[in-house]
C-alpha cells in the first residue's frame, strides 16, 4: 500500500511538473551568438520575439573576449558595467524570465557595448491559448488574405524559430514512462 501511495505522489509531481515546463528556449543573436563584430543588431533581434514569464534566453560566447552583465536601465543606456546586478562568465549561460518586465543585458568587455553588444528584453505574460481568437475564415468569394513575402523577414527571424523549445512535451513524455513503469509494479 505504501509503494502504491508513493506512485501516486510520484504521478502528482510529474503532473505538475508538466505544467510549470512550458518556457521557449531562445539563444540570443540566434546563430550568431552573442558577439560584438556588428553580426547583429540585437535590440531589433528582441524586437521580433514575444518573451514570457518562463521563457529562457541562452547566451553563446567565446568567454575569452566577452561576458554578460544584467544591468539597470541607467546603467544599460550609458553602456556601464560596473555596477552590475549579475555577472555571468561561462560563455554559455542561461537565464531564466522569471517575471514580467524589462531585462538589460550587455558585454561588459571594453567598447562592446558602445558597438551595440547589448540587448533590452522586454518580458510579458503569457496569455493562455484559449483567450487568442481564432481566425475566421473568409467569406466564400473574398479576397485572400495578404501574402508575406520572404524577403521581408530579417534572417534572424526566420532562424528563431527553430531553436524555440517547448519542453512541456519532455514532461509529458517523463510522464508517459512513469506510467508506464507503474503499469509493470502492480
Known amino acids: 500500500m505504501a509503494l502504491r501511495n508513493i506512485a501516486a505522489l510520484v504521478l502528482f ?3 505538475v511538473l508538466c505544467g510549470l515546463c512550458s518556457g521557449a528556449v531562445y539563444r540570443v543573436g ?5 558577439t560584438s563584430r556588428g553580426l547583429v543588431d540585437y535590440n531589433k533581434w528582441a524586437s521580433t520575439k514575444d518573451f514570457h ?4 534566453l541562452i547566451f553563446a560566447y567565446n568567454n575569452q573576449f566577452h561576458n554578460v552583465m544584467q544591468v539597470s536601465d541607467q546603467d544599460f543606456q550609458s553602456c556601464n558595467a560596473t555596477s552590475a546586478i549579475a555577472a555571468y ?9 522569471k517575471r514580467p518586465g524589462h531585462f538589460y543585458f ?7 557595448c558602445q558597438a551595440g553588444q547589448k540587448v533590452d528584453i522586454e518580458v510579458t505574460l503569457p496569455v493562455p491559448e ?5 481566425p475566421s475564415p473568409s467569406p466564400y468569394g473574398s479576397s485572400s488574405p495578404s501574402v508575406s513575402h520572404p524577403e521581408d523577414m530579417s534572417p534572424s527571424s526566420t532562424l528563431s524559430i527553430a531553436p524555440t523549445l517547448n519542453s512541456s512535451n519532455l514532461g509529458f513524455a517523463a510522464t508517459a514512462f512513469v ?3 507503474l503499469r509493470f509494479v502492480f
Open 179 to 181: 506510467l508506464g513503469l
Open 13 to 15: 509531481v510529474m503532473m
Open 30 to 34: 540566434d546563430s550568431d551568438g552573442w
Open 130 to 134: 484559449s483567450m487568442i481568437p481564432s
Open 106 to 112: 550587455l558585454c561588459g568587455a571594453p567598447g562592446h
Open 89 to 97: 562568465t561561462s560563455g554559455s549561460d542561461t537565464f531564466t524570465l
Open 53 to 56: 514569464v518562463g521563457d529562457t
